[in-house]
């Protein structure tokens, strides 16, 4: 029987996601269901370019498309329950075109404030897959590194979360190439922390006062901050930047749908619901934490300060505890008063007053020039 795919969101990342899929050879075969709020006709088109460039690799996909929006969880799960994918990539937004990082960077306010708007509709997406009855491994796009830990808390984990500390690893491994003459295909490198340490190292080339754990195996001599200071690499702003996420879904797919027993080593944020980016290891299609240089208790801890950097103190079964700093930031800057502690249940109400509060700051911004 064909492996089954969902990718739930059709924006920018989507269909990234989908143009990857279609052209791997090992993939041909799979059959990938495609689910948002777009209406059918207009995402034929789309989808109809894949298929014609798929078929120029040689590749023809079984590619099907269903209109359903990831608010209605009732029939959402019913999607889910007659379709009975093996592998779920949610790849959707709050806000469609937004970005975070417009607001979070340029202010210094760390990332975890948007954990709201994160995990509106992944957690809807988790609702309606319990609903559905169906076992399917679930990956998350939407900031995983505290998304994940939250919707652990209330029993609606995702299988896994992609993307950020694994944009870092290429950085990294070219840098040390750069460095030491190895090839960056050979660098074997492990990599602990959260969100805020790629994003800092990623844009200025420091960790900036975040915890991490970093090794590459057989290094004695090159420093971290060495190899940091050359990993700040500019890159283009916009929906082309989804184009690395969309790679991380794409990798962690290949790997759940191997069933072999060679072994990949990946780093994703939220493995089975915990705080950060960790290590973890891939084989006979099952994920596993990779303690094979650090503990999973070292890896926590460190990936618990890390995420305090962005704003988030901890995740647990009363909701999102905010750091004081990052509330009097968002008072000071957008004008929006965050609570201390929010709740999941909470999370969709107070994501519609950040949107405003946002909004009613872009227009400030945009009157002032």
Known sequence: ??????????????????????????????EIT?????????????????????????????????ACDVNDTERL????????????????RYMKGFKYGEFSYPNGIGYGVWTPMSAVLVAKLMKAVKQSGIETKVINTSYGDAVSPLLAAYGLAPYTSAGNLNHLIPRIARAYESLTGTPAKEADITFVGSHYVNTYISKEGTAKGSEYLLNIRGNTEVKDEE???????????GPERNIMIASDVVMIIRYLLDESDRVYKFHVPGPFGKTGGYPVLFSHGEMSLDETVFTEEEMTRVNRQSLSCD???????????FTDKVIRKMKDVFGIDYPKTLALEDCEGFAEKIAEGLMRWKNVQRSEK
């Open 77 to 92: 799960s019913g999607v889910l329950a007659s379709e009975g994918p093996n592998v779920t990539a949610y790849t959707g």
């Open 34 to 66: 495609v689910v948002s709020r777009t209406k059918e006709e207009e995402a034929e088109k789309r989808i109809n370019l894949t298929r014609v460039s798929a078929g120029i690799f040689g590749n023809y996909p079984k590619i099907k498309y269903i």
């Open 227 to 237: 190899i940091f200071c050359r990993c700040a690499e500019p890159t283009a702003s």
């Open 311 to 321: 704003g988030i103190e901890k995740t647990d079964e009363n909701g999102i505890h």
């Open 1 to 30: 029987m064909a492996d089954k795919i969902m990718i739930i969101g059709y924006g920018s990342t989507g269909k990234y996601v989908l143009d990857m899929l279609v052209r791997l050879p090992e993939l041909a075969d799979c």
